[in-house]
């Protein structure tokens, strides 16, 4: 699957709003696959890209969302590391259809994080580190945040998924700071990621 790459520039609302938005389009359509979703998304920056693909492990329902999701941004995030002009995933992935029940999971158990995020938000404060050179530079954090949230461990996915929409919402509000302080929780989650693959190491000792 491919779609357009999210055009950086254009800033049409706020996080909130079209995760909203976009949750209504599922429930309209009775659900939507990844191609969509990241197809409806495309035009609305990395950030909501991100947003996008890292909130539905935080879904606190049955199936491997973390997993699925995770994936799909850790690959998306290497294609921005070298300038892809369309973003594509394997149909494995792109095909995988989320119900309108898991959307409205997923606004309700999601959206407060995100607006509460949005609550120290200040357009274009610090904006060189929200720039559209940005995405690029963060590319590996993101990436490295990607693998966390795939990753099968217990609880795993709360600090990793924190730091992505820190990061996400500092860039859909040109907020530089706010980008500062998801690669400063991104250094946090990782060493969290890290302690818990110890803790469960030393519970299954063949991991």
């Known amino acids: 699957m491919t779609v357009a790459k ?3 520039e254009r800033k049409t609302s706020t996080a909130s709003t079209i995760f909203s938005r976009l949750v209504a389009e599922a429930r309209s359509r009775g659900g939507l696959t990844i191609a969509d979703a990241l197809e409806l998304m495309g035009r609305s920056g990395f950030g909501f890209v991100m947003l996008l693909l890292a909130l539905p492990a935080l879904i606190p329902i049955p199936g491997p969302f973390g997993m ?5 941004l850790a690959i998306v995030s290497l294609q921005f590391a070298v300038g892809l002009e369309s973003l ?8 995988r259809r989320i119900s309108a029940k898991a959307f409205d999971a997923l ?25 559209p050179r940005m995405p690029y530079l963060l590319a590996l954090p ?9 990753l099968p461990i217990p609880f795993g996915n709360l600090a990793p998924v924190a730091a992505l929409c ?20 991104t250094l946090i989650a990782l060493a969290i990621t890290g302690a818990l693959l110890y803790m469960m190491a030393g519970v299954i000792p063949w991991i």
Do not use: N, T
């Open 142 to 150: 993101i990436f490295c945040l990607a693998v966390a949230v795939a």
């Open 68 to 72: 699925i999701f995770g994936s799909a």
């Open 6 to 8: 999210p055009d950086y």
């Open 107 to 131: 606004e309700r158990y999601a959206s407060p994080l995100v607006r509460r995020i949005e609550r120290f938000v200040r357009p274009g404060r610090m904006k060189a580190y929200a720039g």
């Open 88 to 95: 594509w995933l394997p149909s494995l992935l792109a095909d």
């Open 166 to 185: 820190a990061i996400a919402v500092g860039l859909i509000e040109r907020d530089g700071l706010v980008v500062l302080l998801g690669l400063g929780m």
